[in-house]
């Protein structure tokens, strides 16, 4: 019922927003029950060769698994609706829909995998480090997500009725075989060859490169393809001072049925810049001061598919500031 307005009135037995008579009367108790048992044999062999006084060389192979989160096994069907009124026949804009289910899956099973990883590693004078590495991840059972437009026929798929028609139906599942390939290099190393002042400088980084390949729908929201930090530190009798750059590259997240097979939500790459210092007040206490995201760089969320021209696929932009402490440390 609406009032004179045209608004939606609330049920009296609804109670207040978010009250546990509103709870009560939105949920449907379908006794679902969902047990799950995880075991196996998940063996592993290190292998390290010293090749030199600084020069050492390892290999190694494991065998892992990876369980789904708790709230994707649980046994439930959530709704949520849009601005339209899903009961009435309104007409719907292109990719736009009546709301959205998120169905469960408790028949989800955890993914397993064999991991190969080689790596060098050379110490130099001063104690400095470079290493570099390749490795591959086959993986079994891999985690995927789908997000799709109720048709009749998918209805009748999961048992549902057709008052979902036109609803975002998004559940995950167990997608098949995928393969994880990447390398990864590592440097730290102070500048004392460089004399005097260079001593007061250590410069690090880091960097990895993943290729990610899996069957249609295949979720590889957790994997940076890009990813790497680098710096620098400057310690100097009762001073020292951290600069650290930390980039991430372009991040998949959760599939977008409006924007087609291939659509999906990302997280545009970002780089920000933390500091942080340390002033010895005496040989106990010491003052400390620290400023995350210094440049103050923005979350950026993007939304496309194939078809997405570049100007339009820019959903929400976030800003969090700059995150700064400052405080007294001590040892006694």
């Not at 110490?123 to 570099?132: K, P």
């Not at 977008?256 to 933390?274: C, H, K, M, S, W």
């Amino acid at each position: 019922m609406r009032n004179a307005a045209g608004q939606r009135l609330r049920r009296p037995e609804a109670g207040a927003a978010g009250s546990l008579a509103e709870s009560l009367l939105v949920r449907e108790y379908r006794a679902s029950f969902t047990r799950k048992e995880y075991d196996g044999m998940y063996p592993s062999i290190h292998a390290t060769y010293n090749a030199t006084e600084d020069l050492l060389v390892r290999a190694a192979w494991a065998r892992t698994y990876g369980r789904p989160n708790f709230i994707d096994i649980i046994p439930r069907t959530v709704a949520n609706t849009s601005a339209l009124d899903p009961d009435e026949d309104d007409e719907l804009r292109p990719g736009q829909f009546r709301g959205t289910l998120n169905i469960r899956n408790p028949a989800l099973m955890p993914w397993s995998a064999d991991n190969f990883d080689l790596s060098v590693e050379r110490y130099t004078e001063g104690g400095g480090l470079i290493s570099a590495g390749v490795f591959l991840k086959e993986l079994t059972d891999f985690f995927g997500g789908a997000s799709r437009r109720a048709t009749p026929e998918l209805l009748a798929e999961l048992g549902l009725p057709e008052r979902y028609l036109d609803w975002n139906i998004n559940t995950k599942f167990n997608s098949g075989d995928a393969r994880i390939t990447g390398a990864e290099v590592n440097l730290r190393q102070n500048l004392r060859a460089l004399g005097r002042w260079g001593s007061y400088f250590t410069l690090f980084g880091n960097a990895t490169k993943l290729r990610l390949k899996g069957n249609p729908g295949a979720s590889f929201s957790s994997f940076i393809p890009t990813s790497g930090n680098w710096g620098f530190t400057f310690a100097a009798r009762r001073v020292t001072f951290t600069a650290r750059w930390n980039h991430r590259g372009l991040d998949q997240r959760l599939p977008q049925a409006a924007f087609g097979p291939n659509g999906y939500e990302y997280i545009e790459a970002r780089t920000v810049l933390d500091v942080n210092g340390t002033y010895q007040l005496t040989r106990t206490l010491s003052f400390v001061a620290s400023a995350n995201n210094i440049l103050n760089a923005p979350f950026r969320f993007l939304r496309y598919g194939d078809l997405t021209p570049a100007y339009a696929r820019l959903y929400a932009e976030q800003e969090y500031g700059i995150q700064m402490a400052i405080g007294l440390r001590g040892s006694f």
